[in-house]
């Protein structure tokens, strides 16, 4: 059955590979021309008044990112082309996961043969496993590619930003899984999940919920600014995307078909 | 001879309530022999597939069902299913769905089941969203037919089947019941369900209304007709099932009494019901207690 469902995603992970393949081929071609962009903007920066270099906020990130080739590719490349992009693809290799199957009723074929426990977890573990093999595999191959374009750049800092990555995208893959068991046809999972994505840091915005927004974690901010992982946060992430892949599998066991 | 339980299939005082209040199936209890073909039979909406989704597991019910004295999910690898919407994997081929389903399904028999596409002839090579409904159906039979699972339980086996075909699907049905396979069966069309079925149950309301054999049937019922005036001269008599046509009257009873006393009726005609007209009588009639 895990083959079943490889099939299944196999299109959708390989257009992610090609569009990922181009974003980093488009951050590595790009540093010599952020760099000079950067340390021209920098200098003028520099000159404008205190107020306005308060709205700007931290210029020593621009001078770094245009002195640090590492600083550069994390940034740019986890923190932002790949990462930004991780919920979007979790949703897009989730969503259908079982609402497909029961939309276009696919799903008699699995439940006639096989036990629902079997069915979740085979699936989980596929739609899981692809998701990490894209993450791994374009986390090596960044900082790889800038040693090959001749930067130098270490793999350190990319592998702890990489387990945020994993964590947060354990999260997301939660929720969505549980809205594709929930909902019985594929629209509603999509919307709801493109609505959890976004209102998390809408919630932010109201400061006793400044947490709640997990785009700073999953881009790897706080591994940029202190080099540690963020341990609390780490946890909270398992715990949520754990509770909601069970509360899933409960609901999976006894939905009627 | 006592029924053994641990044989067959069994319902037992099975309900289905859905959430919207729909009384799908209304307490059904059953016992279902092995090596035999049993139909279900109804109208629309009498509880044929919600009998046989709660039989698999797919609904929760009250009541219990039993495989050879096991629920479901302790025998689900002696059961294969062809369900009532024939809809596959429509990005996959048929190649495809050979290499796949034989990994997945390991009761699959590849050789069978290549001979089974080649017996459909079904295309190799295309999609499977191209396939018109009877090549889907072909194909879910064909899944069907490749394992050795000892129950093969069918909803709507030969929809979208030409003529020929559905002839040839009843002769492999029938091979498998010589094998020793139990075949649970539903079906809309009474011609097939009267040519293969060993047993059979009629269904109406979430009720079995009738459940025994054709030659029981023939032997235990009579049909008879009246003219409209001639009936309405007729005492009331217990136990039947009284159909009002146009211009005539149509009765159908098992009650010994009724059988003697209008034997020798001369305003009435009597016959031994077909399936088809003893399936008419007990939807459309109303019985008289």
Same mark, same amino acid.
């Given at each position: 059955?895990?083959?079943?469902?490889?099939?299944?995603?196999?299109?959708?992970?390989?257009? #992610?590979?090609? $569009? *990922?393949?181009? &974003?980093? @081929?488009? !951050? +590595? =071609?790009?540093?010599?021309?952020?760099?000079?962009?950067?340390?021209?903007?920098?200098?003028?920066?520099?000159?404008?008044?205190?107020?306005?270099?308060?709205?700007?906020?931290?210029?020593?990130?621009?001078?770094?990112?245009?002195?640090?080739?590492?600083?550069?590719?994390?940034?740019?490349?986890?923190?932002?082309?790949?990462?930004?992009?991780?919920?979007?693809?979790?949703?897009?290799?989730?969503?259908?996961?079982?609402?497909?199957?029961?939309?276009?009723?696919?799903?008699?074929?699995?439940?006639?043969?096989?036990?629902?426990?079997?069915?979740?977890?085979?699936?989980?573990?596929?739609? #899981?496993?692809? $998701? *990490?093999?894209? &993450?791994? @595999?374009? !986390? +090596? =191959?960044?900082?790889?590619?800038?040693?090959?374009?001749?930067?130098?750049?270490?793999?350190?800092?990319?592998?702890?930003?990489?387990?945020?990555?994993?964590?947060?995208?354990?999260?997301?893959?939660?929720?969505?899984?549980?809205?594709?068991?929930?909902?019985?046809?594929?629209?509603?999972?999509?919307?709801?999940?493109?609505?959890?994505?976004?209102?998390?840091?809408?919630?932010?915005?109201?400061?006793?919920?400044?947490?709640?927004?997990?785009?700073?974690?999953?881009?790897?901010?706080?591994?940029?600014?202190?080099?540690?992982?963020?341990?609390?946060?780490?946890?909270?992430?398992?715990? #949520?995307?754990?509770?909601?892949?069970?509360?899933?599998?409960?609901?999976?066991?006894?939905?009627?078909? | 001879?006592?029924?053994?339980?641990?044989?067959?299939?069994?319902?037992?005082?099975?309900?289905?309530?859905?959430?919207?209040?729909?009384?799908?199936?209304?307490?059904?209890?059953?016992?279902?022999?092995?090596?035999?073909?049993?139909?279900?039979?109804?109208?629309?909406?009498?509880?044929?597939?919600?009998?046989?989704?709660?039989?698999?597991?797919?609904?929760?019910?009250?009541?219990?069902?039993?495989?050879?004295?096991?629920?479901?999910?302790?025998?689900?690898?002696?059961?294969?299913?062809?369900?009532?919407?024939?809809?596959?994997?429509?990005?996959?081929?048929?190649?495809?769905?050979?290499?796949?389903?034989?990994?997945?399904?390991?009761?699959?028999?590849?050789?069978?089941?290549?001979?089974?596409?080649?017996?459909?002839?079904?295309?190799?090579?295309?999609?499977?969203?191209?396939?018109?409904?009877?090549?889907?159906?072909?194909?879910?039979?064909?899944?069907?037919?490749?394992?050795?699972?000892?129950?093969?339980?069918?909803?709507?086996?030969?929809?979208?089947?030409?003529?020929?075909?559905?002839?040839?699907?009843?002769?492999?049905?029938?091979?498998?019941?010589?094998?020793?396979?139990?075949?649970?069966?539903?079906?809309?069309?009474?011609?097939?369900?009267?040519?293969?079925?060993?047993?059979?149950?009629?269904?109406?309301?979430?009720?079995?209304?009738?459940?025994?054999?054709?030659?029981?049937?023939?032997?235990?019922?009579?049909?008879?007709?009246?003219?409209?005036?001639?009936?309405?001269?007729?005492?009331?008599?217990?136990?039947?099932?009284?159909?009002?046509?146009?211009?005539?009257?149509?009765?159908?009873?098992?009650?010994?009494?009724?059988?003697?006393?209008?034997?020798?009726?001369?305003?009435?005609?009597?016959?031994?019901?077909?399936?088809?007209?003893?399936?008419?009588?007990?939807?459309?009639?109303?019985?008289?207690?």
């Amino acid at each position: 059955m895990f083959r079943k469902e490889m099939m299944d995603i196999r299109w959708r992970v390989l257009v #992610f590979f090609v $569009v *990922f393949g181009f &974003l980093l @081929v488009g !951050t +590595i =071609a790009l540093r010599p021309f952020i760099g000079e962009l950067l340390g021209a903007s920098s200098k003028e920066l520099a000159q404008l008044p205190d107020f306005l270099k308060n709205i700007v906020g931290d210029l020593t990130v621009l001078n770094r990112m245009e002195a640090d080739d590492e600083f550069y590719l994390l940034s740019q490349w986890q923190g932002k082309n790949m990462g930004q992009f991780l919920p979007l693809c979790v949703l897009l290799l989730v969503f259908p996961l079982f609402s497909r199957e029961e939309e276009k009723k696919t799903l008699y074929f699995l439940l006639a043969r096989f036990s629902r426990q079997e069915i979740y977890w085979k699936k989980i573990l596929a739609s #899981f496993s692809a $998701v *990490f093999a894209l &993450l791994f @595999v374009f !986390t +090596i =191959a960044a900082p790889a590619s800038m040693n090959l374009a001749g930067y130098n750049v270490g793999f350190q800092y990319s592998f702890l930003i990489l387990l945020q990555q994993v964590l947060a995208s354990w999260f997301f893959f939660g929720f969505f899984v549980f809205l594709s068991v929930v909902f019985r046809d594929q629209i509603k999972p999509v919307l709801w999940g493109i609505l959890f994505a976004l209102a998390l840091p809408m919630a932010s915005l109201y400061p006793p919920l400044s947490w709640m927004n997990p785009y700073p974690y999953l881009l790897g901010t706080s591994v940029l600014q202190t080099g540690r992982i963020d341990g609390v946060y780490s946890m909270g992430m398992i715990v #949520f995307g754990t509770a909601l892949i069970v509360a899933a599998s409960i609901i999976f066991e006894k939905k009627e078909f | 001879m006592g029924i053994n339980l641990e044989e067959g299939l069994q319902f037992d005082h099975v309900k289905k309530t859905y959430r919207n209040g729909v009384q799908a199936v209304n307490g059904i209890t059953l016992n279902i022999p092995k090596g035999c073909v049993h139909a279900f039979l109804g109208p629309n909406g009498a509880g044929k597939t919600t009998s046989l989704k709660a039989a698999l597991g797919f609904i929760s019910y009250e009541g219990t069902v039993r495989w050879d004295g096991k629920p479901i999910e302790e025998n689900r690898k002696q059961v294969v299913f062809v369900p009532e919407e024939k809809r596959f994997y429509e990005h996959w081929t048929l190649s495809e769905t050979l290499k796949i389903c034989t990994k997945m399904d390991t009761r699959l028999n590849s050789e069978k089941m290549q001979a089974y596409f080649h017996f459909f002839e079904l295309p190799t090579k295309k999609k499977i969203h191209s396939f018109s409904l009877g090549m889907k159906t072909a194909l879910y039979l064909s899944l069907a037919f490749s394992t050795e699972a000892e129950y093969i339980v069918l909803d709507e086996p030969t929809s979208g089947l030409d003529p020929i075909k559905r002839d040839d699907v009843l002769e492999i049905i029938r091979q498998r019941v010589i094998e020793g396979k139990t075949v649970l069966y539903t079906s809309h069309i009474i011609p097939e369900v009267e040519k293969i079925a060993d047993t059979f149950s009629i269904l109406r309301h979430g009720l079995v209304v009738y459940n025994g054999n054709l030659d029981g049937l023939k032997e235990k019922f009579r049909v008879f007709t009246f003219s409209k005036e001639a009936w309405q001269k007729q005492k009331a008599p217990k136990d039947v099932i009284v159909t009002v046509n146009q211009n005539q009257v149509s009765v159908l009873t098992d009650s010994d009494d009724a059988i003697s006393l209008w034997n020798k009726e001369k305003d009435c005609f009597c016959e031994v019901p077909t399936l088809e007209s003893f399936f008419q009588l007990t939807i459309r009639g109303e019985r008289h207690v």
